[in-house]
């Protein structure tokens, strides 16, 4: 049964950065597509990162480009997403996803239904 933890969030001063962690198991994910969102509350879910086809390709919000950081441990199924310079609009659970469907090479993986497993969340706070 697949499982995706995430872990590393916690409250950071506007300016400071974090690392979000997301362990999987259950499944290697090493060739297919995982994606981080994120839910701000009364706002719906929202694209933040993925790695696309093949697993490999990168996409960004344009919103995130330069600030945020996807990346990947292969050897321990762990994803990570590491976010500089936060401002107190990054404020939000962040989620971890993965699917095991490859749509091929320029399918972007922004969309929430593009993915079929999903962690529970850890929740940033930035204070400003």
């Known amino acids: 049964q697949v499982q995706l933890v995430e872990s590393g969030g916690g409250l950071v001063q506007a300016g400071g950065s974090l690392r979000l962690s997301c362990a999987a198991s259950g499944g290697t994910f090493s060739n297919y597509p995982m994606g981080w969102f994120r839910q701000a509350p009364g706002k719906e879910r929202e694209f933040v990162a993925a790695?696309?086809?093949?697993?490999?390709?990168?996409e960004y919000a344009d919103s995130l480009k330069g600030r945020f950081t996807i990346s990947r441990d292969l050897a321990k199924n762990r994803m990570y997403l590491q976010m500089n310079s936060l401002k107190p609009e990054d404020t939000a659970v962040y989620y971890c996803?993965?699917?095991?469907?490859?749509?091929?090479?320029?399918?972007?993986?922004?969309?929430?239904?593009?993915?079929?497993?999903w962690g529970q969340g850890t929740q940033v706070t930035v204070s400003s």
């Open positions: 996803a993965a699917t095991l469907r490859n749509y091929g090479l320029g399918y972007r993986y922004r969309s929430r239904s593009d993915y079929d497993y």
């Open positions: 790695f696309t086809w093949n697993g490999r390709g990168t």
